[in-house]
Nanobody, 115 residues
Framework: QMQLVESGGGLVQPGGSLRLSCAAS????????MDWYRQAPGKEREWVGTITSDGITGYADSVKGRFTISRDNAKNTMYLQMNSLKPEDAAVYYC?????????WGQGTQVTVSS
């Protein structure tokens, strides 16, 4: 059973940066399409961005130019570098793995953007 563990969330001031990590427990991470999602209180979960197994990325318009997704297949880990954070970026951030073996979600990590 694949497990995904997010980390790196916390409190940051507007304009600040955070880097989230998503660590996978099994090596088929390296051949899997990975997503970041987020969910703010009272709102639906929304897609943030995607990275393919070979590193091609795509982003939601709301984060394009500020967020960067990367991955290290040797470490079974995906990252979300978040810069120029805004109060509206505050949410629980989730990673999602898509594979022939199934679809898996992490438990989420809280990001709070406040002065």
């Amino acid at each position: 059973q694949m497990q995904l563990v997010e980390s790196g969330g916390g409190l940051v001031q507007p304009g600040g940066s955070l880097r989230l990590s998503c660590a996978a427990s099994k090596s088929f991470f390296s051949i899997s399409l990975m997503d970041w999602y987020r969910q703010a209180p009272g709102k639906e979960r929304e897609w943030v961005g995607t990275i393919t197994s070979d590193g091609i990325t795509g982003y939601a318009d709301s984060v394009k130019g500020r967020f960067t997704i990367s991955r290290d297949n040797a470490k079974n880990t995906m990252y979300l570098q978040m810069n120029s954070l805004k109060p509206e970026d505050a949410a629980v951030y989730y990673c999602k793995l898509n594979s022939a073996y199934g679809v898996y979600w992490g438990q989420g990590t809280q990001v709070t953007v406040s002065s």
